[in-house]
């Protein structure tokens, strides 16, 4: 079985502060992770996402994360922050060798509520 | 490319009423889809998973006679709401797995929005 804790229910950060949205993992086998972010009233939208190689990965919007597997974490960064990323962010897992129907399936952590101030 | 449309996005009904919701795979076929319910200011919880010419899987604690899925065609996934209740308003959200892409593995619709009153 897997799980995801995103350590921080809400984030306030002033525009322009860098900020860090802290995902941590458990699980028995390898894993990919994937950051969405959820914007009011819409569905999820991929942000970035880890399968191998790099434990730095870059995707959209200026983010960036980094995969950690001593500490099983894969936390979210962005060095200076707009208004427009005000959203709530989504950590998640997948068992890539799931068989069966538990292949393609994500284990969502509880989510980040990102408020940049003015 | 691999765009999931919801319909409707939102919805009002009275209690007692069933209520349908689609969720399409726009220029791809989806072999698997996935239903999840959202309750505000909380994660997403997946229902169902949706099988096309199959019978849903439901998780643990889901339904199956309250939330019908029917998954009839590779871009065409339905739930169904019957007999909803206040305590069934929610946001839903759908999601469809591209076959064989592995770095992506759902590409999810913006929601519905069901208000029961």
């Known amino acids: 079985a897997q799980s995801v804790t995103q350590l921080d229910s809400q984030v306030p950060v002033f525009e322009e502060a860098p900020v860090e949205l802290r995902c941590n993992y458990s699980s028995s086998v390898s894993v990919y992770l994937f950051w969405y972010v959820q914007y009011p009233n819409q569905g999820l939208q991929l942000l970035l996402k880890?399968?191998?190689?790099?434990?730095l990965v870059k995707g959209i919007n200026g983010f960036e994360a980094e995969f950690n597997k001593s500490q099983t974490s894969f936390h979210l960064r962005k060095p200076s922050v707009h208004i427009s990323d005000t959203a709530e962010y989504f950590c998640?897992?997948?068992?890539?060798?799931?068989?069966?129907?538990?292949?393609?399936?994500?284990?969502f952590g509880q989510g980040t509520i990102l408020t940049v101030h003015p | 490319g691999a765009v999931v449309s919801q319909h409707p996005s939102w919805v009002i009904c009275k209690s007692g009423t069933s209520v349908k919701i689609e969720c399409r795979s726009l220029d791809f076929q989806a072999t698997t889809m996935f239903w999840y319910r959202q309750f505000p200011k909380q994660s997403l919880m997946l229902m169902a998973t949706?099988?096309?010419?199959?019978?849903?899987?439901?998780e643990q604690g889901v339904e199956k006679d309250k939330f019908l899925i029917n998954h009839a065609s590779l871009t065409l996934s339905t739930l169904t709401v019957t007999s909803a209740h206040p305590e069934d308003s929610s946001f839903y959200i759908c999601?469809?797995?591209?076959?064989?892409?592995?770095?992506?593995?759902?590409?999810f619709g913006d929601g519905t929005r069901l208000s029961i009153l």
């Open positions: 949706s099988n096309e010419g199959s019978k849903a899987t439901y």
């Open positions: 880890y399968l191998s190689g790099s434990t």
């Open positions: 998640a897992v997948m068992t890539p060798n799931a068989g069966g129907t538990s292949y393609g399936k994500l284990t």
């Open positions: 999601s469809a797995r591209v076959p064989r892409e592995v770095n992506q593995p759902q590409h």
